[in-house]
């Protein structure tokens, strides 16, 4: 299905899917004193601003992991997923089988283990006339997908018409079965990212691999194949390391965003909040794409400080 890139929002989701992992790491409140800084020019006002959490499933206690964030502005919610972050996430990323669906086991797993918390937070009756927008990146991507899958055939949204469009970044594919969503999804992947295509390349490998493809065949039959079915849904948009991107399947589009992001750069560098050693567009955006040979890492920033966090609040 053709659709129209938006620029602004890509970026925008860009941003959000990088602050999932601070949520993570270093709090909700990280986030709020962030994006109340207005130090992201990409990134909207959001009035609701909410983790999203799930049970560790590897450990017997009662301890919940941020899987992402839930934001609402007045017009419109955001959805932003973290990829993998901890023992949990990685044991999901290698439940590879698919399910009856044809769906990757361990991400409807992902998705399953806070859907509850994501349908009482979307039915909330001041979000019930608000369009959705989903994003993440790596296993956060493969969950926006998944996500979005859900909300059509859920009927959640009963309300027409509204927008729900999906940004995923270096996100691996979900199905070994073709599934149409009828929404815009828009995949981006960084040049030299493996993970997007990491079943792809582990199906290759084991076929290469002398005594491997036996063994593999022995201990789970039917893996290889499965591995060898998984496929994505719509075009790839590759991102460059001078900003530029291009989808795959029309080489004529070319820096579709290369100067919002450079205006982007230009500004946030400029700010007198950006002095602070912590989130700026600049780094977000240079993180993005600056390290090719390390797709899972996508989304780092540096840590605060407590004199980052007063500068933010100042």
């Not at 839930?70 to 955001?78: F, V, Y």
């Not at 240079?286 to 780092?300: F, V």
Request: hydrophobic letters at 40%; glycine letters at 6%; charged letters at 20%.
């Amino acid at each position: 299905m053709k659709h129209t890139l938006n620029r602004q929002r890509s970026l925008e989701m860009a941003c959000l899917s990088q602050l999932t992992y601070v949520a993570y790491n270093q709090g909700l409140e990280v986030v709020r004193d962030i994006l109340k800084s207005g130090c992201s020019p990409l990134v909207r006002q959001y009035e609701t601003i909410e983790f999203i959490q799930a049970p560790r499933a590897l450990i017997s206690t009662s301890d919940f992991a941020c899987c992402g964030l839930a934001l609402s502005a007045p017009n419109e919610i955001a959805i932003a997923i973290r990829g993998t972050e901890n023992l949990d996430d990685y044991f999901l990323n290698l439940l590879a089988e698919s399910n009856s669906q044809g769906i990757h086991s361990g991400f409807d797993t992902f998705v399953e283990r806070f859907w509850e918390q994501l349908q009482e937070f979307i039915l909330r009756e001041y979000n019930s006339r608000k369009d959705i927008f989903i994003t993440g990146h790596s296993l956060g991507g493969a969950a926006a997908t998944l996500i979005t899958k859900r909300l059509q055939e859920s009927g959640l949204k009963l309300i027409e018409p509204y927008v729900l469009e999906t940004y995923t970044f270096g996100a691996p594919p979900v199905s070994t079965e073709e599934f149409i969503l009828d929404t815009p999804l828009y995949r981006f992947r960084n040049a030299g990212d493996f993970i997007p295509h990491l079943p792809e390349i582990i199906a290759v490998a084991i076929k290469r691999i002398p005594g491997l493809r036996g063994a593999i065949a022995n201990w789970k039959p039917g893996l290889l194949e499965t591995l060898s079915n998984y496929s994505h849904l719509e075009a790839e948009y590759l991102i460059e390391n001078d900003y530029s991107c291009r989808q795959l399947d029309e080489p004529d589009i070319s820096k579709i965003w290369q100067q919002d992001v450079n205006d982007a750069v230009d500004a946030s560098g400029s700010s007198a909040q950006q002095q602070a050693d912590g989130f700026s567009v600049g780094e977000c955006l240079k993180t993005l794409i600056d390290i090719p040979d390390e797709g899972m890492n996508i989304a780092r920033v540096r840590s605060f400080t407590d004199a980052d966090q007063a500068t933010l609040k100042a």
